[in-house]
Nanobody
Framework: QVQLVESGGGLVQAGGSLRLSCAASGRTFSSYVMGWFRQAPGKEREFVGGIGRNGGSTFYADFVKGRFTISRNNAENTVILQMNSLKPEDTAVYYC????????????????WGQGTQVTVSS
């Protein structure tokens, strides 16, 4: 297991940007595929994007393509979600998660989760 802590959430106007960070504990961070999920009020948690173990592959949900970018720094045990052109519908609690499996959009395949960070986009 790996411990994950998200940071960087906050309030931003529509069209603005936020940079979320996820810090991981442990010496095996590079062995995990990392994902970002979000949960809006009254809705189920949904996949946002993910990044492979060496950062060479990324994939995103259709609703964030071209606006969000995921990167990772294995030397610093961090994964970043850069969010640009934010919309009010991006308002949610954002979670990072780790899996020992291949890159996946399936929530149940992630075994470690952070506590989440709130992102609020005003119109």
């Amino acid at each position: 297991q790996v411990q994950l802590v998200e940071s960087g959430g906050g309030l931003v106007q529509a069209g603005g940007s936020l940079r979320l960070s996820c810090a991981a504990s442990g010496r095996t961070f590079s062995s995990y595929v990392m994902g970002w999920f979000r949960q809006a009020p009254g809705k189920e948690r949904e996949f946002v994007g993910g990044i492979g173990r060496n950062g060479g592959s990324t994939f995103y949900a259709d609703f964030v393509k071209g606006r969000f970018t995921i990167s990772r720094n294995n030397a610093e045990n961090t994964v970043i979600l850069q969010m640009n052109s934010l919309k009010p519908e991006d308002t949610a609690v954002y979670y990072c998660a780790a899996t020992s499996l291949l890159v996946t959009m399936k929530e149940y395949e992630y075994h470690s989760w952070g506590q989440g960070t709130q992102v609020t986009v005003s119109s």
